[in-house]
């Protein structure tokens, strides 16, 4: 860890162990569907809701954490999540039943919910904007590992022992997080935020899940009238939240932040670059075991390089971004995704020739994701990181929701005509994602070349 004041340290690490264990959840659960579907008389279908719903909860709980992290201070809300999130992974180790197993999902997917931007809040809070990229690289490198070591620890967990230890092996991570986060983290001062705008918060969930959720479906099962009208109704519902935000005087999350261009273009970029991020972690597993014929096991393991490479990649971005500026090495990055995805698109690289695009891919993703981020964060006053994160988490999610439903779509339509067709039209498209997301990466180049900027 690159940050050298030692109570920011302390800060980002205990920040960093929430991070990892909302992010980890999100993935290491996959792997054992199968078998809590067969121990509690479930069909896989109705057990993918294990799943669904825990990150359904996730993208539900995003709008009422600006206004939260605000009415009770950053750090107050940040120790209840991670309290919330040890105690939903006991109960739904101790679920007897699918429906019980789905609620306690639910309850942890609200709290992993609030970690991730509390703690982006509660660090950009810690340290000035000529530190941001650092610390938030910190922060991006490890959240990074949670989709790569997921599949790998869920594999081993249930080699050795049976699902409900893929829960359990949250408790004394929680329990030493809660220790260290009561004696470390400020607790934050509470404003006044006004009363809480229910029928936003109603507007701003609904709308959220309803489009992520549609969003993944589309991709899944096509674009059926019910998953087009899911689609439709999330996106009404959240157009109705953005125009009562603005008239109110106190409103869930200040959506006036977009009127600052840098703001609204790095969060552009942002958005994006989660669209390629999630594209990307959902076609090279399908690649290896669709097109090559590798197992689950074979394929976690092959999959690591990427992981770590965006792990150790991401601090570098983050220096790099104090340094000379986010857009400039956002820039890079999206221009990695680019050439990093075209030798995918008209060739089948081999094993080795793999590996070396999968590390590459990764340099690219750690370049192309923490720089806009830190870059709308130092945008903002620290009073408003507790909005900004809430809504750039938002977006990230409704990106990586549009990256995932194009990539399975494509897939599902060209797939009966070839492997090889399909992935190279799935490729070409990621290619397009990252020559999209170098416009907005473009115009941060010629912002401030430093965070300090403003």
Do not use: K
Request: aromatic share 6%; hydrophobic share 55%.
């Amino acid at each position: 860890m690159t940050i050298r004041d030692p109570a920011t340290r302390r800060i980002a690490a205990v920040v960093v162990l929430g991070a990892l264990l909302s992010m980890l959840d999100a993935t290491v659960v996959a792997v054992g569907l199968e078998s809590m579907a067969r121990d509690l008389g479930a069909g896989l279908g109705a057990a993918q809701w294990i799943a669904h719903s825990y990150l359904l909860a996730l993208a539900v709980a995003l709008p009422a954490c600006g206004w939260l992290g605000r009415r009770i201070g950053a750090g107050r809300l940040w120790v209840l999540a991670l309290a919330g999130f040890t105690a939903a992974s006991l109960l739904c180790a101790a679920a007897p039943t699918l429906g019980l197993l789905v609620a306690a999902r639910v309850l942890q997917g609200v709290a992993a919910g609030f970690l991730v931007p509390t703690g982006q809040a509660l660090l950009g809070q810690a340290v000035g904007p000529d530190r941001l990229g650092r610390v938030m690289a910190v922060l991006g490198s490890v959240v990074s590992l949670g989709p790569a070591l997921g599949p790998v620890v869920g594999g081993v967990l249930l080699d050795v022992a049976s699902w409900p230890w893929l829960f359990l092996v949250n408790l004394p991570i929680g329990v030493v997080g809660l220790v260290a986060g009561l004696r470390v983290l400020p607790r934050g001062v509470p404003t006044r935020t006004g009363t809480l705008d229910v029928v936003g918060l109603l507007l701003a969930g609904i709308g959220l899940s309803a489009l992520v959720y549609g969003l993944t479906a589309w991709g899944e099962q096509g674009a059926p009238a019910v998953v087009g009208g899911t689609v439709l109704g999330g996106g009404i519902a959240l157009v109705l939240f953005v125009a009562r935000s603005l008239r109110r005087p106190h409103p869930l999350t200040d959506l006036r932040l977009f009127a600052d261009r840098r703001y609204a273009t790095a969060t552009l970029c942002s958005t994006l670059t989660g669209a390629s991020l999630f594209g990307t972690v959902l076609v090279f597993p399908l690649l290896l075991q669709l097109g090559r014929g590798t197992d689950t096991t074979g394929t976690g393991l092959a999959l690591l390089s990427y992981g770590l490479a965006t792990a150790v990649s991401t601090p570098l971005a983050g220096r790099l971004t104090d340094r000379v500026g986010g857009g400039v090495v956002a820039t890079a990055g999206c221009a990695g995704l680019v050439l990093t995805a075209l030798p995918f698109a008209v060739a089948e690289p081999g094993p080795v020739l793999l590996q070396v695009l999968l590390v590459l891919r990764g340099i690219a993703i750690g370049f192309a994701a923490i720089p806009p981020t830190v870059a709308a964060y130092a945008a903002v006053r620290p009073e408003q990181l507790p909005d900004a994160t809430t809504q750039l988490n938002a977006l990230q999610r409704v990106g990586g929701a549009v990256g995932g439903a194009l990539v399975a779509t494509t897939l599902a339509a060209l797939l009966p005509h070839g492997a090889g067709p399909a992935f190279a039209a799935v490729f070409w498209l990621l290619a397009g994602l990252g020559a999209v997301a170098l416009v907005p990466a473009a115009l941060l180049a010629r912002s401030p070349v430093t965070a300090t900027g403003r």
